[in-house]
């Protein structure tokens, strides 16, 4: 439906992100593995609900007490296994040829935090052992895997950032108190199920296309993979406000409606997926650097144009003769200079922000800025964004003169004018 891009994907040799830029998919891989497992389960290769060792003696490098686990346990991260520990600082400098080359290199000798199915503990490594379980069923490597049956004819494979030959896929960058860092060569292969894919941004959103459309899994298996998991007590497993699937964030947006979605971050890499099963609408967004926000939230509000407007909202014309804005928060009022306009029927505004506003609008490592742009979603200024160092915050009219801006977490401005 529509794709846009800014910034660089290489700042030295200053080649521009465009449409057929990759980027490292950091844990949203991990909806790729959950997917594999429903679709090696649909096609009857694999029992999720079975013990690793159902199919035969385990591995001999599989660690003690682990052979219990179970595929599903794995998927929605109820096995017991540690997520990256001291021991991992050096992980990434090694290139693995397979999935279970990997578990046996990193996994060997470790200790379940919990005894399966007891607790919820989010783990890479889990599904590192997960992508090794797929391989032994299917008969292939993990990537061959995915390529025949999951991403086929997409742009999605495993990362090669690394390596300097590959010029299409984005430098991957850190931010600090130096500015933009170049960020040390890091191999995945060690979790290419679990952080190691890379994507354009469109392959990924047709790919959310692809699944909700039946074109990889069945509806019986799709629903499978999208039912809330539970623990072995019978508590069901959640993360954030949302229930948890297989691989799969089960939640709703700010509008009620049902949301599956998927959220990483890596080593020079903020990525999301978001699915609107009801609407068929799936939605993307990558970065080449690490920052700090919900990002989920930036694709709902990014998104926000190709949905229904909120039956709620207020109306609020463009206010294009106003230039002064008040800001009421944490019992201070800040006055705020802003240039109004309206540019192809849509309403914009340049904000001056004082310098506490400023800190308020941002977060390490990125940068405070005094100068933010805000952009309506709809028709005047019922709903808009405001783009901060922060992500995209809401900004929702109360009145026709009023409106109430949304940090992170609970936290709320209150913004009035003349």
Not at 246 to 261: S, T
Not at 385 to 394: C, I, M, N, V
Request: with cysteine; glycine share 10%.
């Amino acid at each position: 439906m529509w794709q846009g891009s800014s910034g660089w994907r290489d700042v030295v040799q200053h080649r521009p992100v465009d449409a057929d830029t990759r980027f490292r998919l950091a844990s949203v891989s991990k909806l790729f593995t959950a997917t594999a497992l429903a679709r090696l389960a649909q096609d009857g290769q694999i029992d999720p609900q079975a013990p690793l060792s159902a199919a035969g003696e385990p591995p001999p490098w599989l660690p003690t007490g682990w052979a219990a686990i179970t595929p599903a346990q794995l998927a929605a991260h109820t096995a017991g296994v540690p997520h990256y520990e001291l021991r991992d600082a050096a992980r990434g400098r090694l290139a693995f040829g397979s999935a279970r080359d990997a578990a046996q290199a990193h996994l060997a000798g470790r200790a379940l935090l919990a005894a399966p199915g007891q607790h919820y503990r989010y783990s890479s490594w889990g599904y590192t052992l997960l992508s090794a379980a797929i391989e032994a069923r299917s008969g292939l490597g993990f990537a061959d895997y995915l390529a025949r049956h999951i991403t086929t004819g997409l742009d999605i494979a495993p990362d090669g950032s690394h390596l300097p030959a590959d010029t299409r896929s984005s430098r991957s960058y850190t931010l600090g108190p130096a500015g933009v860092q170049a960020a040390a060569a890091h191999d995945y292969s060690y979790s290419w199920g679990g952080a190691g894919l890379a994507a354009t941004p469109g392959a990924l959103a047709a790919w959310g296309g692809r699944l909700m459309q039946d074109e990889l899994l069945s509806e019986r298996w799709r629903t499978w993979m999208w039912s809330p998991q539970q623990q072995a007590d019978g508590q069901p497993v959640r993360e954030r406000g949302d229930a948890v699937g297989i691989g799969w964030r089960l939640g709703h947006d700010l509008q009620g409606l049902p949301l599956r979605h998927h959220a990483g971050a890596s080593i020079g890499a903020r990525s999301a997926l978001l699915l609107w099963p009801a609407l068929g609408l799936g939605v993307s967004l990558l970065s080449n650097a690490s920052w700090t926000t919900a990002i989920e939230r930036n694709v709902e509000l990014l998104s926000a144009p190709f949905r229904l407007q909120p039956a709620d909202l207020v109306a609020s014309p463009c206010p294009t003769d106003v230039r002064i804005l008040s800001f009421d928060h944490e019992g201070r009022t800040h006055t705020v200079p802003a240039q109004f306009s309206e540019v192809a029927g849509l309403c914009r505004a340049t904000l001056q922000l004082p310098e506490a506003l400023a800190l308020t609008f941002s977060a390490a490592p990125q940068v405070p800025r005094r100068s933010v742009q805000l952009v309506a979603l709809g028709p005047g200024l019922s709903r808009a964004a405001l783009a901060t160092p922060l992500g995209l915050l809401e900004w929702r009219a109360i009145s026709p003169q009023a409106a109430q801006l949304s940090l992170p977490g609970t936290r709320v401005v209150a913004v009035r004018w003349p």
